[in-house]
């Protein structure tokens, strides 16, 4: 019998992984830099703070989520995304407050049951980072600065950082009247998608992708225009600052995302040359999460960059693989005592931090060297009965081809 992989994931292999390593050790790098703090929350969670957060007439909510009962017959979700789960966690530890600002950041594997496709996974990957305990715009700013110096820190280029403000409870109910008046009068026209979004969250339309609706979308009513004085001076505010900070940015005032929680803020990082799903970030401001998941108020930000597409990018762009994972030391033995002694010595490398490798399959001294060659082993220790009489064998600097007898007692030391 034979196993496939499950629709919607992807085995990441060696050679792969090494540049997965690369851009995780590029984030956490950047992430240290702002001053966040990693945190790790579950995989799963209770579907409840999902479908609360996310909102229930989101697609993720609606249709997206893997779901299931536990043994006890309790409801949990398999983490779509991670912002509700670190507001859980930031609450329920006590790390969000009004006081002092609290700076996490997280990596790791999100689910969507999402159809398929270039960038569109149903196991995917987020690095993001959140900060609670500020509405300051000029940290809006920073936060979208850091996610563009982290797109430039991996080597990408000719990355779009579109900007909108979708307003607050204050100002948004008129804009969604207006946005459902406008699209009342097309409504009959328009996808099945756009007539179900209508009544449940009129806002979604504007993210349409149906290209027969995509004349209705144009003339619709733009969220900047209906942006109450507070909305709209934090809008000027986080523009200004991000002139200060010479970062580029489109405003968009189409820009809707695709979860229920923001307030002002939104962005996206897009690359154009992805195509359908060519968003490699998006964030936003979410003001009032932390109240409406059980914590005091508290104002919060945050972004998501999805690494699949950072990743397919920077393959495209062909960024010069490290050598990290070629080993140090390959011992080759012939005969049992050497092969003995290779063992123990293979053992001490190791424990010494010298990374080292020997043959287990039984190959022949000349096939355990080609292996060597193949493994880009740095030198190469040879030996047989011969050498472990004298206690000492030859070895060979793979990149220069030198040669010297070394005695087994200093071979580490040598290395070193
Ligand atoms: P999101 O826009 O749903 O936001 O996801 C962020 C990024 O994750 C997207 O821009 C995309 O690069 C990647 N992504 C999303 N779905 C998939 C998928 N099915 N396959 C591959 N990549 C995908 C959030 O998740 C918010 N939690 C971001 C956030 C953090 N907002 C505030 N804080």
Redesign the pocket.
């Known amino acids: 019998m034979k196993y496939g992989i499950p629709r919607g994931t992807k085995d990441i292999l060696p050679a792969e992984a090494k540049l997965w390593q690369l851009v995780e050790q590029a984030c956490r790098e950047i992430f240290a830099l702002y001053d966040y703090s990693e945190i790790r929350t579950p995989i799963f969670e209770f579907t409840d703070l999902f479908t609360r957060s996310i909102g229930s007439g989101t697609d993720i909510v609606k249709k997206e989520m893997y779901t299931f009962a536990d043994r006890k017959g309790r409801s949990l979700t398999l983490r779509p995304?991670?912002?509700a789960a670190v507001v859980r966690a930031g609450i329920e530890n006590n790390l969000i407050s009004i006081e002092s600002l609290a700076k996490l950041y997280y990596l790791g594997p999100?689910f969507?049951y999402?159809r398929p496709q270039a960038?569109?996974?149903?196991q995917?990957h987020?690095a993001?980072v959140?900060v609670f305990g500020s509405a300051d715009p000029r940290l809006d700013a920073e936060v979208i600065e850091l996610s563009v110096r982290l797109f430039e820190k991996v080597g990408l280029k000719d990355l779009v950082v579109n900007l909108n403000s979708v307003g607050c409870p204050k100002c948004q109910p008129e804009f969604r009247g207006a946005i459902k008046k406008h699209f009342a009068q097309h409504i009959s026209d328009m996808c099945q998608d756009c007539r179900d979004r209508l009544e449940q969250n009129p806002m979604r339309i504007l993210d349409c992708k149906e290209a027969h609706c995509q004349k209705y979308l144009e003339k619709a009513p733009a969220s900047l225009d209906y942006l109450c004085p507070e909305c709209k001076n934090h809008f000027d505010q986080v523009v200004g600052w991000l002139g200060n900070l010479g970062i580029k940015y489109q405003v968009n005032d189409r820009l809707v995302?695709?979860?229920d929680y923001y307030t002002k803020t939104a962005f996206?990082v897009i690359a154009r040359q992805l195509g359908a799903?060519n968003?490699?970030?998006?964030?936003?401001r979410?003001d009032n999460l932390v109240a409406e998941l059980g914590g005091k108020a508290t104002p919060a930000?945050?972004?998501?960059?999805?690494l699949?597409?950072v990743i397919s990018l920077i393959t495209d762009h062909q960024l010069p693989i490290t050598n990290e994972g070629n080993i140090k030391l390959f011992i080759a033995t012939l005969g049992e005592a050497a092969t003995k002694q290779g063992f123990a010595l293979l053992s001490q490398a190791r424990a010494l931090g010298i990374s080292a490798d020997m043959d287990f399959l039984g190959k022949s001294l000349k096939a355990q060297l080609k292996n060597a060659d193949r493994l880009k082993a740095a030198f190469v220790y040879v030996m047989g009965d011969e050498e472990v009489k004298k206690g000492s064998a030859g070895l060979k600097n793979m990149a220069t081809g030198e040669q010297s007898e070394v005695e087994f007692s200093q071979l580490i030391t040598r290395l070193k």
Request: net charge neutral.
């Open positions: 995304e991670a912002t999100m969507r999402e960038g569109r996974q149903r995917f987020q993001g959140e995302r695709g979860l996206e799903q968003a490699v970030c998006g964030g936003g979410y930000i945050g972004f998501a960059i999805g699949e597409r």
